[in-house]
């Protein structure tokens, strides 16, 4: 099994940033993927911020410029720096990865996501 376990929401001024972390646990054997998701209160989540091995990052249309994305590969870590933070960009903020990882003696590739961390900006 593997585990994704966020840290660094919470409260901020408009205009203010916070740093979201997400490591990455367990028997893992490779990591695809990493990223970020949203969702606000009666919304459907969305795409935030997306960062495939050796690939492009993706940003949603509300948060480029804004926001970046990155990964410790070492650490198995996605980080996402919030920048010029925004009463709309409160929500619940969610850990995503595409992991393939060791499961009764088979190799696994499975969508994990974290637990959430509340991110909350205030006018």
């Known amino acids: 099994q593997v585990q994704l376990v966020e840290s660094g929401g919470g409260l901020e001024q408009a205009g203010g940033s916070l740093r979201l972390s997400c490591a990455a646990s367990?028997?893992?054997?490779?990591?695809?993927?990493m990223g970020w998701y949203r969702q606000a209160a009666g919304k459907q989540r969305e795409l935030v911020a997306t960062l495939p091995t050796g690939g492009s990052t993706n940003y949603a249309d509300s948060v480029k410029g804004r926001f970046t994305i990155s990964r410790d590969h070492a650490k198995n870590t996605v980080y996402l720096q919030m920048n010029s933070l925004k009463p709309e960009d409160t929500a619940v903020y969610y850990c995503?990865?595409?992991?393939?990882?060791?499961?009764?003696?088979?190799?696994?590739?499975?969508?994990?996501w974290g637990q959430g961390t509340q991110v909350t900006v205030s006018s």
């Open positions: 367990g028997s893992i054997l490779s990591i695809n993927a």
């Open positions: 995503n990865a595409d992991i393939t990882y060791w499961q009764n003696f088979a190799e696994v590739r499975r969508d994990t």
